[in-house]
């Protein structure tokens, strides 16, 4: 069994930062991808930032220079360093893993940023 969980969101203020990090567990077998997408109310769910297995970076163009994704040694956990917030980065944050077979999502967390 794979669990994905994130952890780490919260209400902050504009121009604010958050770290999030996000802990893929069980038996996962080979990465391909690990990385963040997020969801606001009415939209759909795009790519925030993920790390492929080589180690290339992928950031969403609305994050970029703002946002950082890093990864442990181990390769199983990412963190999101989140400088700069925008109320328009508010929304659901989920962490998606990919493996040679198959896609798992985490649950969620939310992050909020006030005006």
């Known amino acids: 069994q794979v669990h994905v969980v994130e952890s780490g969101g919260g209400l902050v203020q504009a121009g604010g930062s958050l770290r999030l990090s996000c802990v893929a567990s069980?038996?996962?077998?080979?990465?391909?991808?690990l990385g963040w997408y997020r969801q606001a109310p009415g939209k759909q769910r795009e790519l925030v930032a993920d790390?492929?297995?080589?180690?290339?970076?992928h950031y969403g163009d609305s994050v970029k220079g703002r946002f950082t994704i890093s990864r442990d040694n181990a390769k199983t956990t990412v963190y999101l360093q989140m400088n700069s917030l925008l109320p328009e980065d508010t929304a659901v944050y989920y962490c998606?893993?990919?493996?040679?077979?198959?896609?798992?999502w985490g649950q969620g967390t939310q992050v909020t940023v006030s005006s």
């Open positions: 790390i492929g297995s080589g180690g290339d970076i």
């Open positions: 998606r893993l990919i493996t040679t077979s198959v896609l798992y």
């Open positions: 069980g038996n996962i077998g080979s990465i391909a991808s």
